[in-house]
């Protein structure tokens, strides 16, 4: 099926540096999204992105918190800076938008992201 | 608050039975409820989905039995095989349109032995 990919899959970081996750999404999706997982709890919903621009995102999505899809290439994830607490796996997500009567994420595969 | 629940957290199972797995709800709103597929070293997968307006989805071995007034949801996996080891998300949203927000459950890890 469809694989959306995630550069680079573990990172470990020195708290306060800057941080971008890469996502390579489904080629011909248009709409993108970025989840987090803490550690033994749920993944739970970011931002979502389309045309260039945040659709919505959670209380989750701090101000040190940037995306973006520069010229349709890889769609990032930037933490500038880093603290503790944003030790995770971050999920990128793609999708066509709705059709047929829902939406389906396709999801990579993660990046696990440790800060020191 | 968590808004999707899952239990059990895992669970075995002989090659050949029934495994299922249960999850419930908080919002009354939500109306799309998928279930992931993730192995290791993989992203969650969709399995199977259901619309609250049902109250069963089947999709060959996977079956999906859905209680809207009780905010509930089951996933069945019939003839379990040592394949289908993963862990098992159950999501949730409004399903409104583009852009609607999943909220998961933690996941429970099946276990198939064979």
């Known amino acids: 099926g469809p694989k959306v990919l995630q550069i680079p899959s573990h990172q470990i970081i020195d708290m306060g540096q800057m941080v971008t996750l890469n996502c390579d999404p489904v080629?011909?999706?248009?709409?993108f999204y970025w989840y987090k997982q803490i550690l033994g709890q749920q993944m739970e919903f970011l931002v979502n992105f389309y045309n260039g621009k945040v659709m919505e995102k959670s209380k989750l999505f701090k101000d040190q918190f940037s995306v973006e899809r520069p010229d349709g290439s890889y769609f990032t994830l930037k933490i500038q800076p880093t603290a503790l607490e944003d030790s995770a796996v971050y999920f990128c997500?793609?999708?066509?938008?709705?059709?047929?009567?829902?939406?389906?994420?396709?999801f990579g595969s993660g990046t696990r992201l440790t800060v020191l | 608050q968590q808004q999707v629940r899952q239990s059990p957290q895992s669970l075995t199972v002989w090659e050949g039975e029934t495994a299922i797995l249960n999850c419930s709800y908080e919002?009354?709103?939500?109306?799309?409820f998928p279930w992931y597929q993730q192995f290791p070293g993989e992203g969650p997968a969709l399995l199977i989905a259901i619309r609250s307006v049902s109250d069963k989805k089947e999709d060959g071995r996977f079956t999906i039995f859905f209680n809207k007034r009780e905010k509930k949801l089951s996933l069945h996996i019939t003839d379990s095989q040592p394949g289908d080891s993963a862990t098992y998300f159950c999501?949730?949203?409004?399903?409104?349109?583009?852009?609607?927000?999943?909220?998961f459950g933690k996941g429970a890890k099946l276990t198939v032995s064979p």
């Open positions: 080629s011909n999706h248009l709409y």
């Open positions: 919002n009354s709103a939500f109306d799309y």
């Open positions: 997500a793609s999708s066509l938008g709705f059709t047929g009567g829902a939406e389906t994420l396709y």
């Open positions: 999501a949730a949203s409004l399903g409104q349109g583009t852009g609607s927000k999943l909220s």
